[in-house]
């Protein structure tokens, strides 16, 4: 087994791990908002055990986590990483069920575009939500959900100037 495999099987087994902590303590009642009239509310979905420790997202009923492209960090309502979801619905329909339930969970609409890959951002107390949703190729729609801390814009640290570069010649001399 070379350096590579040996380090791609050690993240697998870590992830294997973080899941199987998680999801004894995930049968709590879900403490998030009530479900909708539609019945794809995310806490019809919250009977996945996989989602319970995730209450401070909106995730579609019947939605199941590919653990291979998960990755997250924390619990609760202060993970980061990416959360791979993957749904029976359209992403026509999976596009709106974000765009109508993250508000349910104070998240705030940043920005949002709807196409071949559609990108929905949100932000929520010191951390943006960026949800990327496409078609698969048997019907359904792959989710990915990536949270991260908001980082404050940077200044430069130089100024901007509009002379030009001057070129510099070296001396061969």
Known sequence: ?????????????????????????SCTPHDGPPPSDTGTSAAGARNNVGFAQFPDIAVPAGATMDVERSLVLG?????IGRLSINTSQSPTVSYDFFLREMPKYRWEEITTVRSEISVLTFS???????????????????????VSPRGAPQSPSLPLSSAPAKEITPNLK
């Open 1 to 25: 087994m070379n350096h590579a495999e040996n380090r791609k099987l050690t993240a697998r087994v870590y992830l294997a791990a973080f899941i199987a902590v998680f999801a004894v303590p």
């Open 75 to 79: 619990a609760r309502e202060a993970w």
């Open 124 to 146: 929520r107390d010191g951390r943006v939500a960026t949800i990327q949703i496409r078609k698969k190729t048997l019907g359904g729609s792959k989710i990915d959900v990536t």
